[in-house]
């Protein structure tokens, strides 16, 4: 049996491929327009500084996209605002009361929130000391924050992150300096976290650096891919493997994304979604793939078309 997240669906079966790997498959026929798959929330993402007053920290709804009405959001921010105290440095926005009471309820955002003010601090604190201070930013604990609500927020997505592929060794073959780059991010968070924090952090930082690249999707404004948000992890939504001519396509609601079939298609077939631009030539596609998901693509478009 495979390990990795249930497909509680009766269209999609994960299974290996015969090439290698893992890949899901469609149960039985499956007509066109079907929603096959949704993953209901990333298990980790993160919204670019520079938009976070204006993308709705809950559903990433994005104040200054073309579809919301200019006279619903002044300028183009968001004006609802969770800024606990004592964590000046960070703050969250939201579309809607509801939107941020839902973010309250769950753990991870306030620990995010907890954790962005103290990186931030440390950061502060790193640039006015020089880099060759070896001093340790001090951090009062929080007493709100409890053991319980770490766990909570870790739950069991740990396990089911470390079953999607590692990437380390092809990333960091394909880009040298991307091993000091991770060391550094690892010595940086063993020196700015507070304790409370500090015990995830050997065991985590490397296992997440080895699957960020190439697991990520991007969240964009909207389907026509103008502004790029931020990005994040759906695990379930990295076993899709990719073709430039795909059956099924990717639609973000909210947190969710959904996957439905983009045509109609017969029980056995693998089930693909496109990781790049397919309207790009041949050439820019093969070397998008190959540079940040370090394969060759040999979809039978990629075939016909180099052959042209
Ligand atoms: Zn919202
Ligand atoms: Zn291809």
């Given at each position: 049996?495979?390990?990795?997240?249930?497909?509680?669906?009766?269209?999609?079966?994960?299974?290996?491929?015969?090439?290698?790997?893992?890949?899901?498959?469609a149960?039985?026929?499956?007509?066109?327009?079907?929603?096959?798959?949704?993953?209901?929330?990333?298990?980790?993402?993160?919204?670019?500084?520079?938009?976070?007053?204006?993308v709705?920290?809950?559903?990433?709804?994005?104040?200054?996209?073309?579809?919301?009405?200019?006279?619903?959001?002044?300028?183009?921010?968001?004006?609802?605002?969770?800024?606990?105290?004592?964590?000046?440095?960070?703050?969250?926005?939201f579309?809607?009361?509801?939107?941020?009471?839902?973010?309250?309820?769950?753990?991870?955002?306030?620990?995010?929130?907890?954790?962005?003010?103290?990186?931030?601090?440390?950061?502060?604190?790193?640039?006015?000391?020089?880099?060759?201070?070896?001093?340790?930013?001090?951090?009062?604990?929080?007493?709100d924050?409890?053991?319980?609500?770490?766990?909570?927020?870790?739950?069991?997505?740990?396990?089911?992150?470390?079953?999607?592929?590692?990437?380390?060794?092809?990333?960091?073959?394909?880009?040298?300096?991307?091993?000091?780059?991770?060391?550094?991010i690892?010595?940086?968070?063993?020196?700015?976290?507070?304790?409370?924090?500090?015990?995830?952090?050997?065991?985590?930082?490397?296992?997440?650096?080895?699957?960020?690249?190439?697991?990520?999707?991007?969240?964009?404004?909207?389907?026509?891919?103008?502004?790029?948000?931020?990005?994040?992890?759906?695990?379930?939504?990295?076993?899709?493997?990719?073709?430039?001519?795909?059956?099924?396509?990717?639609i973000?609601?909210?947190?969710?994304?959904?996957?439905?079939?983009?045509?109609?298609?017969?029980?056995?077939?693998?089930?693909?979604?496109?990781?790049?631009?397919?309207?790009?030539?041949?050439?820019?596609?093969?070397?998008?793939?190959?540079?940040?998901?370090?394969?060759?693509?040999?979809?039978?478009?990629?075939?016909?078309?180099?052959?042209?």
């Amino acid at each position: 049996m495979l390990t990795g997240p249930n497909f509680e669906s009766d269209y999609v079966e994960l299974r290996t491929t015969q090439y290698g790997g893992r890949s899901l498959f469609a149960a039985r026929d499956i007509p066109a327009g079907t929603r096959v798959h949704s993953s209901p929330g990333p298990f980790a993402h993160v919204i670019y500084k520079d938009y976070r007053r204006e993308v709705c920290a809950q559903c990433f709804a994005y104040a200054a996209s073309d579809s919301v009405p200019v006279k619903a959001v002044q300028s183009r921010v968001w004006s609802i605002k969770c800024n606990p105290e004592g964590l000046q440095a960070s703050a969250a926005w939201f579309c809607s009361e509801d939107c941020k009471k839902t973010w309250e309820k769950d753990e991870t955002g306030p620990l995010q929130l907890q954790l962005d003010a103290a990186l931030t601090k440390a950061l502060v604190a790193s640039r006015r000391k020089g880099s060759k201070s070896t001093n340790t930013p001090s951090f009062g604990s929080s007493d709100d924050l409890t053991q319980d609500a770490i766990d909570q927020a870790w739950k069991n997505s740990w396990t089911h992150f470390l079953h999607i592929q590692n990437n380390e060794l092809a990333n960091v073959r394909e880009r040298q300096h991307i091993l000091s780059a991770h060391l550094r991010i690892y010595a940086f968070l063993c020196n700015a976290l507070p304790r409370y924090l500090l015990q995830y952090t050997p065991t985590t930082v490397r296992e997440v650096l080895a699957r960020d690249t190439g697991n990520a999707f991007g969240i964009w404004d909207g389907d026509r891919r103008d502004e790029m948000l931020g990005w994040g992890i759906w695990i379930s939504a990295s076993y899709f493997n990719h073709s430039c001519s795909p059956n099924i396509r990717k639609i973000r609601q909210g947190r969710a994304l959904y996957f439905e079939t983009s045509r109609a298609v017969s029980a056995g077939e693998e089930l693909y979604i496109s990781y790049v631009d397919t309207d790009q030539p041949v050439e820019q596609r093969q070397k998008d793939l190959e540079s940040s998901w370090f394969f060759r693509c040999g979809c039978s478009r990629c075939n016909t078309e180099s052959r042209a």
